[in-house]
């Protein structure tokens, strides 16, 4: 069992900058694949960034540029750099887990809102 914890999430500015975490329990941290997805009001949950055990990175279009992930192994945390940030980036973030090493699964955290003001 993976335990994720979000936390960062606020009112912001537009222009203005936030940083997300999720802290993450459990022993396969280093070679999990670690991602943020969200979701706004009345839409889908959307595929934000994505970093996997080697550290390479991937975004969404929408956020290259602006969002940065990272991750830090010796604290089990997974970071998400917000700058730039527009009304349209107004969500619910999540934290996603996927355990690579056998048996495959995954995890969601319990989500932190983000409020982007014009």
């Known amino acids: 069992q993976v335990q994720l914890v979000e936390s960062g999430g606020g009112l912001v500015q537009a222009g203005g900058s936030l940083r997300l975490s999720c802290a993450a329990s459990?022993?396969?941290?280093?070679?999990?694949?670690m991602e943020w997805y969200r979701q706004a009001p009345g839409k889908q949950r959307e595929f934000v960034a994505k970093?996997?055990?080697?550290?390479?990175?991937y975004y969404t279009d929408s956020v290259k540029g602006r969002f940065t992930i990272s991750r830090d192994n010796a604290k089990n945390t997974v970071y998400l750099q917000m700058n730039s940030l527009k009304p349209e980036d107004t969500a619910v973030y999540y934290c996603?887990?996927?355990?690579?090493?056998?048996?495959?699964?995954?995890?969601w955290g319990q989500g932190t809102q983000v409020t982007v003001s014009s």
């Open positions: 996603h887990a996927v355990v690579v090493t056998p048996p495959i699964s995954q995890y």
């Open positions: 970093i996997n055990n080697s550290g390479s990175t």
């Open positions: 459990g022993s396969t941290f280093s070679s999990n694949v």
